[in-house]
Nanobody, 117 residues
Framework: QVQLVESGGGLVQPGGSLRLSCAAS????????MGWYRQAPGKQRELVAS???????WYADSVKGRFTISRDNAKKTVYLQMISLKPEDTAVYYC???????????WGQGTQVTVST
């Protein structure tokens, strides 16, 4: 069973930057697409960025041009570089392997990102 541990969140002012990390255990990391999700208070969890095993990326319109997803298969880690942060980016951020009908693995604890003055 893969376990996911997210880190790197915090409190940042509008316009600031953060880099999130997600470390995965298990042997299936490198063969799966990975994604970053977020859940704001009172809203459903949404996928904001994903990367295929070979590094092809996708971004939600709301973060395109500001967020960059990357992965290190040797370290079994996926990253999310976030710049030009906005208050509406405030949420708990999670990683997982996107799949239908639901992501592949159990959710980690997430990492809180708060964008505020």
């Amino acid at each position: 069973q893969v376990q996911l541990v997210e880190s790197g969140g915090g409190l940042v002012q509008p316009g600031g930057s953060l880099r999130l990390s997600c470390a995965a255990s298990g042997s299936r990391f490198s063969i799966n697409s990975m994604g970053w999700y977020r859940q704001a208070p009172g809203k459903q969890r949404e996928l904001v960025a994903s990367t295929t095993p070979r590094g092809r990326t996708w971004y939600a319109d709301s973060v395109k041009g500001r967020f960059t997803i990357s992965r290190d298969n040797a370290k079994k880690t996926v990253y999310l570089q976030m710049i030009s942060l906005k208050p509406e980016d405030t949420a708990v951020y999670y990683c997982n392997a996107p799949a239908l009908p639901s992501p592949l693995w159990p959710w980690g604890q997430g990492t809180q990102v708060t964008v505020s003055t």
